[in-house]
T-cell receptor, first 116, second 110 residues
């Protein structure tokens, strides 16, 4: 079964540093998402991406965040200057309306980010 | 304003028990509804979509009440492997963002 993959699985960084979280969505999916989950809290939407541009973003997704699809397979989330409160699990998801099961967003295993 | 509200539990039930979870949502324009399950420190995984007429998948039954803005999940004949956090999720538009509840924790004991 195709799956979303994410790297790294864990990342520890110093406050103020830049981090890039990487995702490989399911092949032939066209819609991509980032969510995050702070420990003990609910999963929160960050941003959605389609056709090489942001479709929607939440209030969490401020100027410190950016997304990119640098090639045909990767989808990245960059945090320019990390804050302590950015510590969370970051999930990538992908979806494809065309496939018939397209309403489902498939989640990757996540990257656990710890900002010290 | 909380968009999705769930009883956080925990629910602790013996194997074989029937357990039900409820969830309310605030956005009356919500289009699609789902139950996801999340194991500890893992990603959310789709358990089932929730349709207006109600739907069943094996031991799991989901119901939607648009008038009262709640959805429910019934698990019959609980298994140890059902132990997880169950997330109530809705989406406002096709391919739009998902809104998650905080989840209801279920532990099934032998």
């Amino acid at each position: 079964e195709p799956e979303v993959t994410q790297t790294p699985s864990h990342q520890v960084t110093q406050m103020g540093q830049e981090v890039i979280l990487r995702c490989v969505p399911i092949s032939n999916h066209l819609y991509f998402y980032w969510y995050r989950q702070i420990l003990g809290q609910k999963v929160e939407f960050l941003v959605s991406f389609y056709n090489n541009e942001i479709s929607e973003k939440s209030e969490i997704f401020d100027d410190q965040f950016s997304v990119e699809r640098p090639d045909g397979s990767n989808f990245t989330l960059k945090i320019r200057s990390t804050k302590l409160e950015d510590s969370a699990m970051y999930f990538c998801a992908s979806s494809d309306l065309v496939s018939g099961a397209g309403e489902t967003q498939y989640f990757g295993p996540g990257t656990r980010l710890l900002v010290l | 304003r909380k968009e999705v509200e769930q009883d956080p539990g925990p629910f602790n039930v013996p194997e074989g028990a029937t357990v039900a979870f409820n969830c309310t949502y605030s956005n009356s324009a919500s289009q699609s509804f789902f139950w996801y399950r999340q194991d500890c420190r893992k990603e959310p995984k789709l358990l089932m979509s929730v349709y207006s007429s109600g739907n069943e998948d094996g031991r799991f039954t989901a119901q939607l009440n648009r008038a009262s803005q709640y959805i429910s999940l019934l698990i019959r004949d609980s298994k140890l492997s059902d132990s997880a956090t169950y997330l109530c999720v809705f989406r406002g538009s096709t391919l739009g963002r998902l809104y998650f509840g905080r989840g209801t924790q279920l532990t099934v004991w032998p």
